[in-house]
């Protein structure tokens, strides 16, 4: 299984909805709506045609394409539960524009008035559904309106104005300003419905990326509070373990009591380095300024950062060491990051890489494991802040969540690839900077 956390969307997709099922689900209803609406109007039509002008109509076929609209209307919730909101809508206006062709030759044929109604369910596609449906009912309602011409039952009344024998002038007319019509709405509203879809979800992405780093904002203050509010009380540890350690040693001559103060000393000193990474980089954790620096120095600052244990198991290799332009302390942080977690998923003994590789402008650091690997609910989850699938206590789980932030900051990407039982591969994506600050998009030389 393989998930790319960052967020590197694709703009350029033919269907740019913010959920593929989003706009048809919302318009179902409403159009359900408009086919009663239509469906009753037709039907009044006809019974005024009749009843009024004394109009000779074919009523029992004029039923059959009402009935089927009307129990196609009827069945919405089973169609889409079945096929999906967006195939039931194009399924049901392709169904109106056959529907509608029947009930034309049925009621005059291109003489009918009316032939203008295969413009609704041509505007309705271009609005809430994708290119190709809107094509797909242009033509069909194209094609339908010619068929007219061959095939319809003629009603004198309404070819009173045509002299003509044969094709009428002026139907043929309609005819092709219909087509016309029906080419301009399929494209110019089809291309404005897209940009609409295009800009909204331009806004969606960045009321979350927004949201995300509020979301950050908000650790990297409480970080940096706790950071404040534990600085006083270790600074005292620490004046307090230097008093005992002197004291033991000069005055009481108690070399254990002097060993545990130096002890207590230098873990309340890796505390607060700890605590100022978390107060001064851990609040804006790309603040720092790229500098050249060499991928080999990168991958041995990271070694530096692990335990004894941690490091014997540490394996590493740079292919083609050369330098690149990174924030190398907030680089280190984001890898240092990743290799802890892949511990932290192996067992006991088991090594874990870092591979280092610049290639086709782009630098990738890669972190194998030989871990039991993630579920793909995992995955899905594996860069959310807070979540962690260690035990409780240990971990915060804000160390994948940071190493995205990083690569999203830096235009990079972070991708997991995970199989269960065999491990999992942790790839860092950044773009490689020459010494000018501009992007390399070829080859690199080293």
């Not at 993630?374 to 160390?399: C, D, I, N, W, Y």
Request: charged share 20%; with cysteine.
């Amino acid at each position: 299984m393989r998930i790319c956390v960052t967020d590197r969307p694709d703009l350029s997709a033919p269907d740019l909805r913010p959920a593929g099922e989003l706009a048809p689900s919302l318009a179902l209803p409403w159009i359900g709506k408009l086919r009663y609406g239509v469906l009753f109007g037709q039907a009044a039509l006809i019974l005024l045609a009749c009843l009024i002008f004394h109009i000779k109509l074919p009523l029992l076929r004029l039923a059959l394409p009402l009935a089927i609209t009307a129990t196609s209307n009827l069945l919405v919730k089973q169609f889409s539960m079945r096929f999906g909101a967006r195939r039931t809508l194009g399924l049901f206006l392709t169904l109106d524009t056959l529907c509608l062709t029947a009930v034309l030759a049925l009621s005059g044929g291109p003489a009918n008035p009316f032939t203008l109604l295969y413009l609704v369910q041509i505007t309705l596609s271009a609005v809430v559904l994708s290119k190709p449906w809107t094509w797909a009912l242009g033509i069909l309602s194209v094609l339908g309106f010619g068929f007219l011409f061959w095939i319809h039952v003629r009603i004198p009344a309404l070819e009173a104005h045509h002299v003509t024998q044969g094709f009428s002038i002026h139907l043929f007319g309609m005819w092709i300003a219909f087509a016309a019509a029906t080419l301009m709405v399929t494209v110019f509203i089809g291309r404005v419905s897209e940009a609409l879809r295009t800009r909204e979800q331009e806004v969606l992405l960045l009321q979350d990326r927004l949201a995300r780093h509020q979301l950050f904002a908000s650790i990297a203050r409480l970080a940096a509070g706790a950071a404040h509010e534990l600085g006083t009380p270790l600074a005292t540890i620490a004046v307090a373990s230097r008093e005992l350690e002197r004291y033991a040693r000069e005055v009481s001559g108690d070399v254990g009591v002097s060993e545990d103060a130096w002890l207590i000393r230098c873990e309340v000193e890796r505390c607060g380095h700890i605590l100022r990474q978390m107060s001064g980089s851990g609040a804006e954790l790309t603040g720092e300024s790229p500098v050249p620096v060499e991928l080999n120095k990168i991958v041995e600052g990271v070694k530096d950062g692990l335990t004894d244990a941690e490091a014997q198991q540490f394996r590493s290799q740079v292919v083609q060491d050369g330098k690149v332009l990174l924030p190398v302390d907030a680089t280190r942080q984001a890898l240092t990051a990743l290799v802890k977690n892949a511990f932290d998923s192996s067992p006991a003994g088991q090594d874990v890489s870092l591979s280092a590789e610049c290639a086709s402008g782009r630098i990738y650091f890669v972190v194998r494991d030989s871990g039991t690997g993630m579920s793909q609910e995992v995955l899905a989850r594996v860069s959310e802040p807070f979540f962690t699938t260690k035990s409780s206590g240990r971990h915060l789980g804000l160390g994948t969540f940071l190493v995205r932030l990083f690569a999203e900051s830096l235009e990079g990407s972070l991708v997991f690839e995970s199989e269960a039982g065999v491990g999992t591969r942790a790839i860092l994506e950044l773009p490689l900077i020459d010494y000018d600050g501009k992007r390399e998009t070829g080859n690199v030389d080293r």
